[in-house]
């Protein structure tokens, strides 16, 4: 079939069976040969399960699959079924009869106030960012801070055009780079949008914006994507980096607070990337002592590995970055990497905190412990 648009088309079950889907990030999404440009080689099709959502990296096809667009359908008939009923009118009161004595007039109470409008739904404001990515700038603002299109679309990044940010309040004249905030299972918690333009450009008060709601990680899947030391580092673009450089494994939490220790239980080695500032060192210690308590190797990226400047991305964009080997990243003494002596904890101390948060067995732990 010859497509003269590539625009708001409709995939059957069949037709997607056809496409050979993997799972992928979770479960959560499907990566699949495309139909429409006749892909044959690259999986270029990526469909969100949770929407029905899908676009082609390669061909720029999007759409959604029939099923979803049954669920809204019933969803509209259900909404205007309710809407019909509450605008039926009503049959009037039965008269009562007239009291037998004068009542004092009744209290009245303050209208309660109209609840806030809730926002519209999070995957439908993302799938239209990603849709918007390609040709914008915000993929000029990304080739910028040296991220591939191609690799900020595998983590989902879209762009909001001026007047498209939820918040309103937030709303900035450039647009704003939109990553997804996720929790481990895939699912979609929250977005955040980065204004476009340098720091000169940008005031400080607007470059960041986080939508008012629950946190999560910017690819939070790699918590759960196999065995390889995880990465963790403090914003969206500095993981972007550390996936450019080639670490396969890298979260970004948003902010040191907002680490879940939960959420990373099965976890058994860490390398932090935090800023290399003050700051930023003195939070990566506090997680690595932390870890180094719950029975995890730990290590660091050390301050001279960003060249002199601030963070993983500033470092990449000049083109100093030094990572190392990252597959011996956790061994003391590994290149560009090194176990702090201060991490080194009592043995009584190492012991409890694994055998009660590790989940470990105690014979397990003892022995950890005492390596």
Known sequence: MIHTSLENLTLTDADLAA???LAGEGGHVLRALCPFHGSDHQRSLRVQLSSGRFVCFA???????AKARERWQEERQRQAAFQRSAARPQP???PRPPAAAAKPPALRLPAPREPAP??????QHLAAFQTALPGSRGEAYLEQRGIPLALAQELGVGYAAPGTWPHLARDWRGGRVVFPHTDPDGRLVNLYGRAVGTAEQVPKAKRHDHLPGEKGYCNAAALQAGAAPLW????????????????PRVVAIFGVQG???????EVRELVFALDADAAGQQQWRTLARQAALRGKRVAALPAAAYGGYKDVNEAWMAGVLHIGAWPAATAAGAEGLAVPEDLREAWQERAAMMEWDGGLARPEVERAAWR
């Open 19 to 21: 496409c050979k889907p």
């Open 59 to 65: 061909c720029g096809a999007w759409g959604y699959l």
């Open 92 to 94: 009037a009161p039965w």
């Open 118 to 123: 809730a926002l519209p739904d999070l995957a």
């Open 232 to 247: 963790v580092c403090e914003g969206a673009f500095d993981a972007l980096a550390l996936l450019a450089a080639g670490v």
């Open 259 to 265: 680490w879940h220790w939960a959420w990373a239980r």
